[in-house]
């Protein structure tokens, strides 16, 4: 099953709410929700009080992306502040330290993601699968909404798949950066099954249109 995350670092701030609100309107699956430390990504966004009001605005699943340094430290804050699915960066920590996290994360009922950057190879997510719910391939350099979309990460993507296949056949693949309607389905054909949108999403004139669009 497709399924589409509008990432709000493209909504409008000041009326958070309404556009929070207005996912559930466009069929939206998950309200995708960047958060940055100016140290992993050269650009700060918001944190655990932010994530905390949002839960109270909304039934939809929050999956919640940290762009952070050594996120162990905060996943039991964000579990607590009510994510749905929490993601770390496996560029973010050693390898010991990103697996405390992913149990940490689903010891607290929680699905537990990692994410990898465009550089990092696919066999990269391999020591973590078993621990994993969601993987999420950038198709982006994280760090700003707008960007445009790294064809060149769809034979990651492909491998990345695969391993999920014969691994861990429940895990979900998601693709984040540069989609619109045209590089979803480039995503589809390479093995994603959940797509974030930002700037596509909230630039729409038909968000529910947009939304279908994807998942067609
Ligand atoms: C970038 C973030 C994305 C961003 C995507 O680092 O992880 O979620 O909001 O924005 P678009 O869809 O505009 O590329
Ligand atoms: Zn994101």
Redesign the pocket.
Same mark, same amino acid.
């Given at each position: 099953m497709l399924k589409v995350a509008p #990432?709000i670092? #493209?909504a409008d701030f000041v009326n958070l709410e309404r556009d929070i609100r207005a996912l559930s309107v466009a069929d939206a699956d998950y309200v995708?929700v960047?958060v940055m430390d100016g140290l992993f990504?050269p650009n700060i966004t918001i944190g655990i009080p932010v994530v905390a009001a949002i839960r109270k605005i909304t039934d939809l699943p929050l999956d919640v992306?940290l762009?952070i340094d050594r996120p162990l430290r905060y996943v039991d804050d964000f579990c607590k502040a009510g994510s749905d699915i929490l993601t770390v960066h496996v560029e973010a920590d050693n390898e010991e330290n990103t697996i405390a996290a992913l149990k940490r994360i689903r010891e607290n009922g929680v699905k537990a993601a990692i994410s990898v950057k465009p550089k990092t190879p696919p066999e990269a997510v391999l020591p973590y699968l078993p621990y994993c719910d969601l993987i999420l391939v950038?198709t982006?350099e994280? @760090?700003?909404? @707008?960007?445009s979309f790294m064809q060149d990460m769809m034979p990651k993507l492909k491998q990345i798949r695969s391993y999920i296949d014969a691994q861990n056949p429940t895990c979900e693949l998601e693709v984040? @950066?540069?989609?619109n309607e045209k590089t979803a389905k480039i995503c589809a054909e390479n093995g994603a099954n959940v797509f974030? =949108?930002? #700037? =596509?999403y909230f630039k729409a004139e038909d968000p529910s249109a947009f939304v279908r669009a994807l998942k067609a």
């Open positions: #990432s670092l #493209s995708h960047d990504v992306h762009m950038m982006v994280p @760090g700003f909404g @707008g960007q984040d @950066g540069g989609i974030v =949108a930002g #700037s =596509a």
